[in-house]
């Protein structure tokens, strides 16, 4: 087993009087205007992680999901950020399925693509940095330390050419975009997203008496997303700009993160290794995508958690969600 890889409504999602005065057209009046943000993609794992965290540092903030607007529709992105008046725009949105893509390229490239060209033009438009997040597959895996930012790209599949493509927008049409790349986020939040994560997958699976296989020649950095949030806005906070690296932090086989899972959750279940040759799937994807933190940890962010102190913390957020 290899890892987990429309309406057009222009209504920020806020409570309170706040709502209606953005209804009528009129910009906050009694409201700080030092620090605003607006997030999409808010309803996935790392969406409601950065909305949560948003929140706890004091920004005023606007989340909407996909059903809320339409990031493909210009227009519909256009006119959702013209009734704020935000000074950064996360960009949390995104097609991620690796396998399907290779089907459906066109879908992948609108989404993680044109789309944030749309966000760029948007954020131009009102003076608002872009914060953009992309993936350990732009790398094509031949590389055995993990990847740094200077690293050349290669893409392997529609996908990850689509996600390539999105970080070249948001550079090609802002000057200050906040490009970071990342690896397999999980956060509590997957409990409750249609496609879940690689945690709860794996806890799926071992409800069964199956045998459950999963590669041990891939590599990745697991990427908790709390710890994805908190220090991507800590760059924000600082005013930092460019590309950056926020990996989970230790490079680790999915079999063995699989057998890490297995032991926070305290189960044991029958877990056995398996490669590329045996589990083939229609997208290629990097046998090694580990991700160095260095170049973010040199700029003074406090580097990530290990990954066996990050899954007590999932398990012990997932049984306080209702």
């Known amino acids: 087993m290899l890892p987990p890889g429309r309406s057009n409504s222009t209504l920020p999602n806020v409570d309170g009087c706040l ?7 009129l910009r906050y009046r009694g409201v700080s205007m030092s620090r605003r943000a607006a997030v999409f993609g808010a309803a996935g794992q790392l969406g409601q992680e950065l909305v949560r965290e948003l929140k706890a540092r004091e920004y005023q903030v606007v989340a909407w999901d996909r059903a809320q607007v339409d990031i493909t529709d210009p227009t519909a992105v256009e006119n959702a950020l013209a009734g704020f008046d935000a000074q950064v ?9 690796v396998d399907v893509a290779e089907k459906e390229p066109q879908a992948a490239f609108l989404v993680n693509a044109l789309a944030v060209r749309n966000l760029a033009l948007a954020c131009r438009q009102v003076d608002a940095q872009l914060v953009h997040f992309s993936t350990d597959y732009v790398f094509d895996g031949v ?3 993990p990847y740094v930012e200077d690293d050349p790209t290669h893409p392997l599949g529609a996908y990850a050419v689509s996600k390539l493509a999105g970080e070249l927008y948001a550079q090609a049409y802002l000057d200050r975009a906040l490009v970071v790349r990342t690896s397999g986020v999980f956060g509590p939040g997957g409990l409750g ?6 945690v709860e997958l794996m806890l799926r699976l071992a409800q069964s ?11 990745a950095s697991p990427t908790f997303a709390p710890a994805l949030a908190a220090r991507t ?19 680790v086989s999915w079999f063995d993160f699989a057998r890490l899972i297995f032991e926070a959750a305290g189960v044991k279940p029958s877990l ?20 160095s933190n260095a170049k973010m940890e040199r700029v003074g962010i406090v580097p990530m958690p290990p990954l066996p102190e990050v899954l007590a913390e999932y398990f012990a957020r997932r049984g306080k969600r209702p």
């Open 143 to 145: 590389a055995r330390h």
């Open 209 to 219: 008496a199956n045998p459950i296989r999963v590669v041990e020649d891939h590599v």
């Open 272 to 291: 056995h290794a398996t490669n590329e040759r045996e589990y083939r799937t229609p997208a290629r994807r990097p046998r090694y995508s580990a991700l």
């Open 233 to 251: 806005l800590d760059m924000v906070d600082r005013g930092m700009a460019g590309l950056f690296h926020i990996g989970g932090g230790t490079p």
């Open 89 to 97: 725009v996360l960009n949390a949105a995104a097609y991620n399925q």
């Open 193 to 198: 997203t249609a496609r879940g994560n690689f």
């Open 19 to 25: 709502f209606e005065e953005l209804k009528a057209g």
